[in-house]
């Protein structure tokens, strides 16, 4: 059965930095994209970064600041946040599109 775990998420003052995790089962995470979005309330889920084989691709309004990426041997995504700002508080979920799967999601919330 496939799963996908999200983890990491946390408060964090702005410009502080979080990184998520999400822990694939059930299937291999390197052999598909693995995707992270996020989605804050009364707002729709939006695409933040995607990994595809060794290609990354990232929203605009994260570019410079996150950073995707694998450890096909724990069969793990990540997502490294840094310079946080006031508008990235969400709930950030691991995604596959080819398995149809989406995590939890892990709560991420930036304030002083």
């Known amino acids: 059965q496939v799963h996908l775990v999200e983890s990491g998420g946390g408060l964090v003052q702005p410009g502080g930095s979080l990184r998520l995790s999400c822990a694939a089962s059930g299937f291999t995470s390197r052999l598909f994209a693995m995707s992270w979005h996020r989605q804050a309330p009364g707002k729709e889920r939006e695409l933040v970064a995607r990994?595809?084989?060794?290609?990354?691709t990232y929203a605009d309004f994260v570019k410079g600041r996150f950073t995707i990426s694998r450890d096909n041997g724990k069969n793990t995504v990540y997502l490294q946040m840094n310079s946080l700002k006031p508008e990235d508080p969400a709930v950030y979920y691991c995604h596959c599109s080819a398995k149809n799967s989406w995590g939890q999601g892990t709560q991420v919330t930036v304030s002083s």
């Open positions: 990994i595809s084989g060794g290609s990354t």
